[in-house]
């Protein structure tokens, strides 16, 4: 490994940063330039960079934020609707134990410090499996566990079944016995308008803008990478799942349920449906995207999943930078 440089990946360079994506053990849809224009199409606040770390040969590591300034400042953080952004480094090539980590540290050294560099303010959400963070930590950066859920899609539908909790299976067959029309779309009018309402029952204004939405259920760079399934009474929608699927992964994307059905178990019958069409496939696993909200993460254990952590990394490049955001939160929570 030669000397290493720390850039912007230029656009003619998309495909070669997708290749790196596909084969690094932390790759991820939402770090491939197909998600970069998802975004960009929906954003007017800022932009989502690729930043390699190169060497002679070519891209050994990189990072994927959402840049955008904010008071004067220019800040990298995890944009909506993205689960998980960050670090990649490259695959593990076979060398000893104590190369790999020699090799990965000083990839994570220099992109730590294009981050502190360039940024005044980081946060990031990375994906599951960046295990070796030291480097993180000794640069300053305070990590947060995070928690999802995967349930293996190896298996077939029917060994999910008796895997269920009780309850999950008295919910499907209860809205099995609703006879809801199962389709493959939405309107993307009709479907942000359910989001909406989702939102606005736990007393919330929904953080996702229609621009957004309508990018990630409509956009057509994400057609080979998205898979809708909906559930229709009387040609009204009642609930939708939309699904993102990478490298033999599929992720809960974005889901929401009419508030007046949320009794009928049409939420747990979609996910039922989403396993008999993917279990025991070509599909290795399915990411729940998420376990962090209590409420949320009750509902996705009754499918009996697995706990998998990641790390969110954020670094204050001013002590007042930290007090505005504690007091920017302390604002919300009133």
């Not at 940063?17 to 939402?30: H, I, N």
């Not at 390699?52 to 220019?74: K, S, T, Y």
């Not at 016995?177 to 479907?191: K, M, T, Y």
């Not at 949320?262 to 039922?272: A, E, M, N, Q, Y």
């Amino acid at each position: 490994m030669g000397k290493l440089l720390v850039r912007i990946v230029e656009p003619h360079e998309y495909d070669t940063w997708d290749e790196f994506v596909g084969r690094s053990p932390q790759g991820t849809l939402f770090h491939t330039s197909v998600w970069k224009r998802v975004i960009d199409s929906s954003s007017e606040a800022g932009h989502l960079k690729l930043i390699g770390c190169f060497d002679d040969f070519g891209l050994l590591g990189g990072c994927v934020l959402f840049e955008r300034e904010r008071f004067g400042h220019l800040t990298g953080v995890t944009p909506l609707l993205t689960p998980y952004v960050g670090i990649l480094l490259d695959i593990d090539v076979g060398e000893k134990l104590s190369d790999r980590i020699s090799r990965d540290t000083e990839v994570l050294d220099h992109l730590i410090r294009h981050l502190l560099d360039n940024y005044e303010y980081v946060n990031l959400i990375n994906p599951p499996h960046l295990e070796d963070v030291r480097p993180l930590v000794q640069a300053g950066f305070q990590l947060v566990p995070r928690f999802t859920y995967y349930l293996n899609l190896r298996l077939p539908a029917e060994e999910h079944w008796a895997r269920f909790d009780g309850s999950a299976r008295r919910q499907i067959k209860k809205a099995q016995r609703e006879n809801f029309d199962l389709l493959a779309h939405v309107h993307p009018a009709e479907g942000y308008e359910l989001l909406t309402r989702t939102y606005a029952r736990r007393g919330e204004n929904c953080p996702v803008s229609k621009e957004l939405f309508e990018a990630v259920v409509g956009h057509e760079g994400l057609r080979e990478y998205r898979e809708i399934i909906a559930a229709y009474l009387n040609n009204q929608l009642i609930a939708y799942i939309v699904l993102l699927k990478f490298r033999q992964t599929l992720y809960y994307g974005i889901a929401a349920t009419h508030p007046d059905y949320l009794s009928t178990g049409v939420s747990s019958l979609l996910i039922w449906e989403i396993l008999q069409q993917y279990g025991n496939r070509e599909w290795r696993e399915f990411d729940f995207v998420g376990a962090n909200i209590p409420s949320i993460a009750r509902f996705k254990e009754n499918f009996n999943p697995r706990l998998q952590m990641y790390f969110q990394m954020e670094y204050f490049g001013h002590a007042y930078l930290r007090l505005g955001k504690t007091l920017l939160e302390r604002l919300r929570s009133t």
